[in-house]
């Protein structure tokens, strides 16, 4: 049968026993040398047909008096050059789609790509490029990027600076049409990290720059509204405006508005009522501390024994009845923002030491402790006593004062401005008729008498009798004759309504002066106010004044309760 199978030159031949030793091969089969032990592996588990992948063959096997026989029919040649040119062509295509694709994808997008090569010269950029830049393709496409530097068509090359770092570059390009641009140049590398190409993403920074600015216009615009709106809202809140109509008072304002930018001590002094609040809210609401808390004392209407407890905060324990937690102070409460201490001149000369210590080393000491507490405040005071003459008394602090009265403001009392008490009749007359839905209006004769009138009670008196008038008064229009019927009861006021001191010395009346007569006129109150209430306290509330004020001129009229 060998000899048969040996003139066999079609198909190999291949004879094998089960222990797949090899009997017989002929030449055919000798082509398949390098693919023969795979040949025998399938053959001896029993494949009748299979084929092989990396050599064109087809073989069938089967078994023949204990030996196994393997024919091999060998594909034709240019079946497998055919099937080969086909695979290619198709791999072709579609590398050719993929490339299609992803040119469709840089030349869509908004952002300018342009690639070069290892040596810096361009080989592709997309249509944004141009728009961008006003650099054409053909500009630039073939171009090494040194030669457009060197022609100053751009300042600077990412590409050619990545090269140089072999890193990713991002920087700000100048181009000589005008336009500014962001050029990221990221490298692309082979398999042995070797950069082959750069991919450089531009993008406009000219337009950017512009919206930059646009949005800075629209934020300065915004801004200058919100200020407007600020100072309509203050001109249409009653508790937020200040009329100043008089020189005086205008430099009060200003002062005021000046002292608010920076932080050092202020010291307010004005008779009861002139508004040393008012500037208080005035400085806070311009300081850079305005969006903290304005936490305002007086000092006058706390008793001696719990002001200090209430200013500087307690430990636990630390006397009967004190919360068992303790409790913070308004030093810490007002921490980081304005805390405004007034009738300064009431407080106690120990706490005045306190205070001192507060101002000097911006720490506190709660009642009870040890451990001091730092705290950020600005500290602001006010009084309408004569800390000088207390200071000569020993009543208040040297070092205190001088602490305290960093930078001065005096607010006259409205009797040295009599230019301020018609629009400031008007401006509370507008917000009582805003309130309470009325239209009320004064006759010339009716605001003459509050002009001739000398205000001991300053601008708080003015607010309340406006008020008073004005709700209590039938008619729309107030005269001198509603202002005596309702002010009938108000010694004081109704003097200023009655002939003149002139007038009734041309009657043969020699009147008594005014300065008596308002002294006995306050007198008479504060009697019938303390005779009337149970307590001191509740007469000064009556009486819409500070305690301290009302326990001060009890002692000045020798009235006890």
């Given amino acids: 049968m060998e000899k ?6 079609t198909i190999g031949i291949l004879i094998i026993n089960k222990q797949g030793e090899i009997l017989f091969s002929n030449s055919i089969t000798e082509k398949y040398n390098y693919h023969i032990e795979t040949i025998i592996e399938n053959a001896l588990q029993g494949a009748n047909s299979f ?3 990396n050599f064109p063959a087809e073989i069938t ?5 204990n030996k196994v026989i393997v024919l091999i029919q060998p594909v034709d040649e240019m079946i497998r050059v055919k099937n080969e040119l086909q695979r290619l062509k198709k791999e072709k295509e579609s590398l050719q789609e993929v490339r299609n694709e992803l040119n469709e994808v840089i030349n869509s997008s908004f952002d300018g790509i342009v690639i070069s090569d290892k040596n810096g010269t361009i080989i592709h950029q997309n249509p944004s490029y141009e728009q961008i830049t006003g650099l054409s393709a053909k ?3 073939g171009r090494n990027l040194k030669d457009l530097e060197i022609e100053g068509i751009i300042d600077t090359s990412a590409s050619l600076r990545a090269l140089k770092e072999n890193k990713e570059v991002t920087i700000i390009q100048k181009i000589s049409t005008g336009a500014t641009v962001l050029v990221s140049a990221a490298p692309i590398r082979n398999k042995d990290g070797e950069i082959i190409k ?4 531009v993008r406009d920074l000219t337009h950017l720059n512009s919206l930059e600015a646009e949005i800075q216009q629209l934020e300065r615009q915004n801004q200058q509204i919100h200020h407007e709106l600020e100072i309509l809202k203050e001109q249409n809140d009653p508790k937020l405006s200040l009329i100043a109509h008089s020189v005086m008072m205008k430099d009060v304002l200003d002062r005021a508005s000046r002292v608010a930018q920076i932080d050092s001590g202020v010291l307010i002094q004005g008779a009861s009522g002139v508004g040393k609040e008012k500037i208080v809210e005035l400085i806070h609401r311009n300081s850079f501390r305005k969006d903290k808390p304005l936490i ?3 000092c006058g209407a706390i008793p001696e024994s719990l002001l200090e407890s209430e200013l500087f905060g307690y430990e636990a324990g630390s006397f009967t009845g004190a919360n068992q937690k303790g409790k913070a102070g308004l030093f810490e409460a007002a921490n980081h923002g304005i805390i405004f201490l007034d009738e300064i001149g ?7 030491v306190k205070l001192l210590r507060v101002l000097q080393e911006q720490e506190i000491t709660r009642v009870g402790g040890t451990e001091p507490i730092p705290i950020d405040i600005r500290i602001i005071a006010a009084t309408h006593r004569d800390l000088a003459k207390m200071i000569a008394e020993g009543t208040f602090r040297e070092d205190l004062f001088f602490r305290l009265n960093v930078i001065p403001i005096v607010i006259p009392s409205l009797k040295e401005r009599k230019d301020d008490i018609i629009p400031l009749t008007y401006h509370f007359l507008k917000g009582i ?9 004064f006759t010339n004769d009716a605001l003459n008498a509050f002009i001739n009138y000398d205000w001991p009670g300053n601008v708080r008196e003015l607010q309340n009798v406006v008020e008073r008038v004005a709700l209590m008064c039938p008619n729309s229009e107030v005269n001198l004759v509603d202002l005596q019927k309702e002010l009938q009861f108000n010694d004081g006021f109704q003097r200023n309504l009655v002939p003149t001191s002139v007038e009734q010395a041309s009657e043969g009346v020699n009147p008594e002066p005014l300065k008596e007569q308002l002294e006995a006129f306050e007198e008479k109150l504060i009697r019938d106010a303390v005779n009337a209430y149970p307590s001191i306290r509740k007469a000064a509330v009556a009486l819409k004044v500070d305690q301290s004020t009302l326990v001060r001129k009890m002692q000045k009229y020798k009235i006890e309760k």
């Fill in 4 to 9: 048969i199978f040996s003139k066999v030159n």
């Fill in 51 to 53: 084929s092989l992948i």
């Fill in 61 to 65: 096997s089967f078994t023949e008096n």
């Fill in 139 to 141: 500009e630039c496409i």
């Fill in 198 to 201: 750069i991919v450089n993403n």
């Fill in 296 to 298: 305002k004392i007086n």
């Fill in 346 to 352: 009431e407080m106690p000369l120990q706490l005045q």
């Fill in 433 to 441: 008729n805003h309130k309470y839905g009325i239209n009320r209006t």
